[in-house]
């Protein structure tokens, strides 16, 4: 029944097939053997699934009156365009859904690369994109499931998060130096330097508070006197 729905909407109405992982289908061709071979939209892969993989997955459209019932089916195969056009309004704002996801997905695909394509397109899928903002902003060159880490990607976490802050407090201190430098006063320049002491003194002070944190909380903490963290707001 599903490749029939697949074929009777083929190149009309955009869908996500789930199989092993999650496709962005736009159009597909159908194989000898029952299966299908498409580009997947999100990451310019080209695809192929067989016969049962097919009709083991699950099909998503985004909006009302996409997926045809078995009459309109017989319908469609006969040439009969009934169905998209008394459904056109619908059709035209599920296909621009699709379109919002497969934006959403690119854009982290093309920062992380297309080898864990199929992990980004589960995260946006599941709206859960918090986790690769978040990994984004560390400067993480791949997608790590904080569940399901090794030591030695647990580690490169935490350097990650080290850095980033490291970089914060560089950046602060870099920029009471020139006030110095702008201001000239010897007053002030010694009020700079006590808060510059102050900053460092709170960062590794920080940095020995959170060495029980797990990495899935470690995001929640941040150095009082670096605030604004740069993962507030994402939740």
Known sequence: MILDILSAIN?????VLHSKEYYFIEEF????DGGISFTDTSDGKVKTLNNIEVNEASITTYGCNTIPNKIQIDSINEGN???FEDNKESHILANEEFDRYVDTSKK???????DDAHLIKEKVLNGSTVHLERLKILGADRVLLFEDMTAC?????????WKLIRKKLDEAISEIDNSILEIDD??????AEII???LSDNVWHFRASIRGVTCDLLFNHWPTLLNPSPFSGLE
Not at 11 to 15: L, N, Q, Y
Not at 29 to 32: A, I, R
Request: net charge negative; proline share 0%; charged share 40%.
């Open 153 to 161: 990607q647990n580690s490169y976490i935490r350097d990650l998060y």
């Open 29 to 32: 061709t159908m194989l000898n």
């Open 11 to 15: 190149g009309r109405i955009k869908f």
């Open 108 to 114: 982290y695909i093309d920062f992380f690369g297309t």
């Open 196 to 198: 510059k002491k102050d």
């Open 81 to 83: 365009v009934d169905f």
């Open 186 to 191: 010897e007053e002030f320049k010694e009020e």
